[in-house]
Structures are given as C-alpha cells and as structure tokens.
C-alpha cells in the first residue's frame, strides 16, 4: 500500500467521523506588493487573522509585486510573514515568484530556476506554515516537482490546493510573448511550455484525486484553491466565447476538469483564486445564462486593498459555504 493511498483512506475515515461540525477559515493573498506600500499594512492584517476565530488560513499565491526582482530575500521574507500566523497556513504559488521572473524588471530570472528554489524553499517540511501547523498530503516529496500541490481534510471537508499561477499558466503562445521585456530565449521559452504541459497533467491528476477523496469521504464541500484568475471576467457577447481567447488558453484543460468533477459530485465546490486583486463571489460557470450550481467562485482581496476573507463551514447548510470579506482597518 502507497503512503500517498493510506493517507488518503486516513482522510476518509477522519472525514467521516467529523462530518456536522462548523468552523471558519481564512483566505488571503496577492500581497505585500512593494510598488504599493504595502509593509506597513501587514501587521494589522496578521493580527486581525490572528484574532479571528478561523481554524487556518490559506495564502493564494502573489507573495511580491509583478515588477520587482525575484532575489531570494523575497521568499525569506513570506516565511517570516507566514511565521507570523498563529494558527496554520497554507501557501499556494503565484506567478509574481516564478512565472515573471523571466521579465527584466524583475532581474530576468528563468522561472524554472526560481520555481525549483520556490519547491525547496517555501515547503521546508510535509507541514503547513504558520506557528501553529498542521499535516498536508503533497502531490510529491519536498523538493521536488508538484510537492507545491497540497491536500488535507478538515471536519468533514476536503482542501485542495494547485499551482496554477497567473500569466497564461506558463503557456508561452509566440516568439513576441516570449521575448517582449524579458531575457527569455527560444529555448526558454520551449522548456517553459513543456513545464505547462507537465503540470498541467499533474494538476488535473492532483484534482481528480480531490474530488475521489470528497466522494469516498461523502464530503459536503470541496474547497480548490489556485492563484489565477482563469478568464472568468473577461466581457461576454452574444457571438464570441471570450473565456477561448488565446490569453487563458493555459487554463482550459484544468478548468475543463474542474466542471467535469464538479457535474459528477453531490456537494458543494468553492473555487478559490487571487490575482485580480477585488473581492467577488459569484457562479460564474458554466457561462452567464447557464449554471453550474454547485460551484461557487471566490476571487480573494489583494494590493493595495489589504484585507482578506473568512469563510464559515456549515455543513448542514444547503449551501456549506458562507462568505464574509473582513476589512482591515489601518
């Protein structure tokens, strides 16, 4: 028997026993952005988090801004941030701290390089973040490619959470896509694709197994998290699918999965993002006149609105999820 096997059957057995309890969690991400001012904001968010009644936290990715360099100070300094938290955290990358780096306003990196430093640094142990921490199931061992992909259960709900980062999930379209303010070459650019295609599988692989652990764990909700917005807002018309254009095309495949699982899955799903920087929560699949229900997106505060949301868990409630944004008074 697979280690990976039986912590997903001990996931199952803890699922059952824990299915009617309520609780909160939090979610918070795309911060704290440089070209923002946004340090001084921080201490305020992290003690309002710590205040709070949440039994965890989940940081969706975007740990420095677009345009500043991706040294490895950077990473040092979202450890000690989530060093901060009381209670567990969970991170989950963003394209700020490896998809970008290739720009030469961020120090014309190769993202592969700074991601393979991202999966040894940012996920020292099998653990969560946090003072506090808690146990993770990780799609590889540390260090090595997907141990960024997590998942764990908590009273009766399964987590899940993905790198699928902003920038067209690292799916490179033309020769001017990949060279224009950056120090990407072709051959760059070549390997980065190949990259998307691995982790894309891996992504959809790592999904699957979410939502057969929620089955097989009779789970009322499934929570996914990821760091792109994957083109759910861009306009729609009445002849053209926006969500087909060639700039989210990296997305397709996984979000493609994503309502695949969801049709064939009794509970309630909440899809989880960043990157946008502004609260929303809507249904925003499968288009704007036809619905898939029992999916709810939740697209989390970012720079410069340092704020973050609480989500509370009733699993006797129709709906599981309710949402509550918390505005952090400076």
């Excluded at 969690?25 to 921080?42: S, V």
């Amino acid at each position: 028997m697979s280690l990976r096997f039986l912590a997903g059957a001990l996931l199952a057995l803890s699922m059952a026993s824990a299915q009617a309890q309520s609780f909160s969690f939090g979610l918070w991400g795309d911060m704290p952005y440089q070209k923002a001012g946004d340090d001084p904001k921080i201490p305020a968010l992290i003690k309002s988090i710590n205040q709070s009644d949440i039994a965890f936290s989940i940081y969706d990715g975007d740990i420095k801004d677009g345009s500043s360099k991706c040294t490895d100070d950077i990473y040092a300094a979202a450890l000690t941030m989530f060093g901060g938290l009381d209670k567990p955290v969970i991170y989950v990358p963003g394209d700020n701290e490896w998809t970008d780096c290739h720009r030469l306003n961020n120090g014309g990196y190769d993202g592969l390089e700074r991601l393979a430093y991202l999966r040894k640094t940012m996920f020292p142990t099998t653990r969560s973040l946090g003072k506090r921490t808690l146990p993770l199931v990780h799609q590889a061992p540390p260090g090595e490619k997907f141990v960024e992909n997590t998942r764990f259960a908590h009273h009766g709900i399964v987590f899940a959470a993905l790198n699928v980062p902003g920038s067209n999930n690292n799916k490179i379209l033309d020769e001017k896509d990949c060279t224009q303010k950056s120090a990407r070459t072709t051959a760059h650019c070549e390997a980065s694709n190949a990259e998307y295609l691995e982790r894309d599988a891996a992504n959809v692989r790592w999904l699957q197994e979410a939502f057969a652990q929620a089955k097989a764990g009779k789970a009322r909700g499934l929570v996914l998290v990821i760091q792109a917005d994957p083109g759910f807002d861009l306009p729609e018309t009445e002849d053209k699918d926006e969500s087909q254009a060639p700039g989210v095309s990296g997305y397709r495949n996984f979000i493609s999965s994503v309502i695949t699982e969801t049709e064939q899955f009794s509970g309630q799903v909440l899809l989880v993002h960043g990157d946008t920087h502004f609260f929303k929560a809507d249904k925003p699949l499968y288009s704007p006149t036809r619905l898939l229900a029992n999916l709810t997106r939740l697209q989390t505060f970012g720079s410069p609105l340092i704020h973050w949301v609480r989500v509370t868990v009733e699993p006797k409630n129709p709906n599981v999820f309710t949402i509550h944004p918390v505005i952090v008074k400076q």
